[in-house]
């Protein structure tokens, strides 16, 4: 709305090359998607994601890819199944900003951000083969076939390679000259450009690269050989990068309209209609029809693998209309979308202009719209109350590692005390501060033995040990404040101490 406006009001617009669209904004996210997303969820629901990000997609095009033709009877065959191509693929940047203010189930919301970062390439691939039958007359299942091959596959190593390279080079830089957190945090930042650049260049697919690229540093920051400042400030410049993207990125497509909605009255005659008001009409069917394939599949799907027979033989359960009708909402529309459509060629062969371009793009903005409004306004009811088969016990697992970090940590106190006590003149101030960090431990340990028995008893203790935390940290801050501004505590102490009360918080805070 806020791009619209600009556009509108001020006549302020950016024109938007779809190429560097891409490069400058989608890759890096779509880097830092696939850094961060869990790679045990996405490697569990596997074939889930795969069904979507693969089979979705071709259902998508050849069903709504009639449906539009139907509608539009002035619209080419081949052209329709560009424009379902280019709608079929969901955007995870739309995904990420929407279930950041929606409560999605975690397992769900994996596997609508794995759908979206995977199924580009098939609706690239498909918009591809559309357009060249147009344009040639002549279709090759075997030439789409080793094409979607190689951009997949190319696309994937280009990105992989790239992020290992970056990656054993910045590790040896860091062992020879020292690690220097400014450089670190750089080279996080130049990994998706590199990758997108360099699989675009071998006629690969860029996006693909930025997600794997990404995936290969999510296991790299699990080797812990960066420090834990880096960590820390590198984590929050990305945060930075990926709020100011994602702002952007949509007021850069509301910019788009008013360019759009201008082309629309061309794009009606093309159809042989007068009226602005029958695009609507368009837009929600070709809305509708989305909706209503997605939910199709996703109910097969669902009930194929993801609520497929338990083996012990209990009853077979079925996906309930919560779960289909979220997932067919969270398929939302977003920049991958209008920027696809945009890349249509503006010519045929002949030189002639490319059939019903403008109405697609229109088409296509509209659609983009109505998916994120339906999301936004939909899932928030939709969602709530909403079971999924049980994750992995994931608390259980979590309790586990908590108590064989705290068991390594005393084990390391004791060892250190062991050789530090003897020889040093303050054995009894390090035996003293030891058991005293030991005790710490110990009473960790013992917390999570007992709430392990129980998953609900545990989760509540979290819930009760985070609350009190926050507001112990948050009255040590407001004393530190009250004596910096009483003179009784300097600038730089009240800096540095204020520092670790915020690094505390943002434990407890970050779930």
């Not at 690229?213 to 699990?222: L, Q, T």
């Not at 903005?365 to 109505?370: D, H, K, P, Q, R």
Request: one cysteine or more.
């Amino acid at each position: 709305a806020i791009g619209a406006v600009m556009s509108w009001a001020f006549d302020f617009r950016i024109v938007l090359d779809p190429e560097i669209f891409l490069v400058l904004f989608i890759a890096p996210l779509l880097f830092l998607d696939g850094w961060r997303i869990p790679k045990e969820g996405l490697f569990r629901d596997k074939w889930t994601i795969i069904a979507l990000a693969l089979g979705l997609v071709v259902f998508t095009v050849i069903g709504a890819g009639y449906f539009i033709h139907w509608m539009l009877p002035a619209m080419p065959l081949a052209v329709a199944f560009a424009l379902a191509a280019v709608l079929s693929p969901t955007d995870a940047v739309a995904v990420s900003a929407i279930a950041a203010r929606t409560p999605f189930p975690k397992r769900l919301l994996h596997i609508l951000e794995g759908e979206s970062l995977l199924n580009d390439a098939s609706g690239l691939v498909c918009m591809r083969f559309a357009v060249a039958a147009l344009i040639t007359g002549t279709f090759s299942i075997g030439g789409a076939f080793s094409t979607f091959l190689w951009l997949a596959a190319a696309g994937i190593a280009v990105g992989v390679a790239v992020a290992i390279v970056s990656n054993a080079a910045k590790d040896w830089i860091a062992r020879h000259f020292g690690e220097e957190t400014g450089a670190q945090i750089l080279i996080s930042l130049l990994i998706p450009f590199g990758a997108y650049i360099l699989a675009d260049h071998l006629q690969a697919s860029g996006i693909l690269a930025a997600v794997a690229a990404g995936i290969v540093m999510g296991y790299e920051e699990r080797t812990g050989r960066a420090l834990a400042v880096t960590r820390i400030r590198r984590a929050a410049v990305w945060d930075a990068v990926q709020f100011a993207s994602n702002g952007t990125i949509f007021v850069l497509l509301g910019q788009q309209f008013p360019g759009i909605v201008a082309g629309a009255g061309r794009a009606m005659r093309e159809t042989g209609h007068d009226g602005t008001w029958k695009l609507l009409i368009y837009i929600a069917a070709i809305s509708c029809a989305l909706f209503v394939l997605r939910a199709l599949w996703s109910w097969a799907t669902l009930g194929l693998i993801l609520f497929r027979a338990p083996p012990d033989g209990r009853k077979l359960q079925t996906p309930g209309w919560r779960l289909v009708a979220a997932t067919s909402l969270g398929g939302v529309r977003g920049a991958l979308t209008l920027s696809g459509v945009m890349t249509l060629p503006l010519a045929l062969q002949d030189g002639t202009a490319f059939p019903s371009r403008d109405l697609a793009i229109l088409l296509a903005a509209g659609v983009i719209m109505v998916s994120l409004i339906a999301a936004n306004a939909g899932l928030p009811s939709v969602l709530r109350g909403l079971r999924l088969p049980a994750e992995t016990l994931w608390q259980q697992e979590e309790d586990e590692a908590r108590v064989l970090a705290a068991r390594a940590a005393i084990e390391a106190i004791d060892e250190d005390l062991r050789r530090t006590g003897m020889q040093g003149t303050d054995a009894a101030l390090h035996m003293q501060a030891g058991a005293r960090i030991i005790a710490l431990y110990r009473q960790r340990i013992e917390a999570r033995l007992n709430a392990g028995k129980d998953i609900e008893l545990s989760q509540k203790v979290d819930e009760i040990e985070r609350g009190l935390r926050l507001v112990s940290l948050a009255a040590e801050r407001k004393a530190l404040y009250r004596i910096a501004h009483a003179g009784r505590l300097g600038e730089e102490s009240t800096r540095a101490l204020v520092r670790e009360v915020d690094l505390q918080e943002s434990r407890f805070s970050i779930r």
